[in-house]
Nanobody, 127 residues
Framework: VQLQASGGGSVQAGGSLRLSCAAS????????MAWFRRAPRKERGFVAS????????DYADSVKGRSTISRDNAKNTVFLQMDSLKPDDTAVYYC?????????????????????WGQGTLVTVSS
């Protein structure tokens, strides 16, 4: 799966951004999708995930209530809508893909368990 993230930019605190990640190369609807981010001097951390069908979503506590992950399987795209942005949200955001299994015991909060990555898109939030 090839992933291309876009939509990052510079915004003031309280603003919104919508990140997109376009997939190609495999059957998109067979893959769970996620967003991770890497802030300066920090490791890549989980932000949100969505199952292959789009029925189940999960969020990091730090973004819960302010962000919405969604997907359009007809357009092979996953989105991350981020509202009420804070300076702490400043990071490079990466979309990841993992083959969906009926039973999956992997730690999906660990970036190492996601198989494919986009190139990242930078989000900068100023106070």
């Amino acid at each position: 799966v090839q992933l291309q993230a876009s939509g990052g930019g510079s915004v003031q605190a309280g603003g919104s951004l919508r990140l997109s990640c376009a997939a190609s190369g495999r059957t998109f609807s067979n893959y769970n999708m996620a967003w991770f981010r890497r802030a300066p001097r920090k490791e890549r951390g989980f932000v949100a995930s969505i199952t292959s069908s789009g029925t189940i979503t999960d969020y990091a506590d730090s973004v819960k209530g302010r962000s919405t992950i969604s997907r359009d399987n007809a357009k092979n795209t996953v989105f991350l809508q981020m509202d009420s942005l804070k300076p702490d949200d400043t990071a490079v955001y990466y979309c990841g893909a993992r083959r969906a299994y009926s039973r999956d015991f992997a730690d999906l909060y660990n970036s190492l368990n996601w198989n494919y990555w986009g190139q990242g898109t930078l989000v900068t939030v100023s106070s």
